[in-house]
């Protein structure tokens, strides 16, 4: 059984930055793939960023987002720069038995969600 908490979500302005974290439960984390995805108001949730040995990102996110993980403390964190209006959305932290995968059937496991809110 894993439970995800996540946190540091807010209000920022458009170019600055943010750092979501996701606090996991579970004895085997380590095993699981971690990832974020996000979704804003009347739209499909989408995927973002994947994380176990390697990474993997959305385009619209890529060389602005890092996913990262602590396996010591049962963290993964999403560093958030560059924000742009268009990344306004809920994001959810998630964790699977998978390899990277930008699929969400793919992920068992699913927090309550953050809201990141970036302003013009």
């Known amino acids: 059984q894993v439970q995800l908490v996540e946190s540091g979500g807010g209000l920022v302005a458009t170019g600055g930055s943010l750092r979501l974290s996701c606090a996991a439960s579970?004895?085997?984390?380590?095993?699981?793939?971690m990832g974020w995805f996000r979704q804003a108001p009347g739209k499909e949730r989408e995927f973002v960023a994947a994380?176990?040995?390697?990474?993997l990102y959305a385009d619209s996110v890529k060389g602005r987002f890092t996913i990262s993980r602590d396996n010591a403390k049962y963290t993964v964190y999403l560093q958030m720069n560059s924000l742009k209006p268009e990344d306004t959305a809920v994001y959810y932290c998630v964790a699977g038995r998978t390899y990277l995968s930008s699929n969400l059937r793919q992920y068992a496991y699913w927090g309550q969600g953050t809201q990141v809110t970036v302003s013009s």
């Open positions: 579970g004895r085997t984390f380590s095993d699981y793939t």
């Open positions: 994380i176990y040995r390697s990474t």
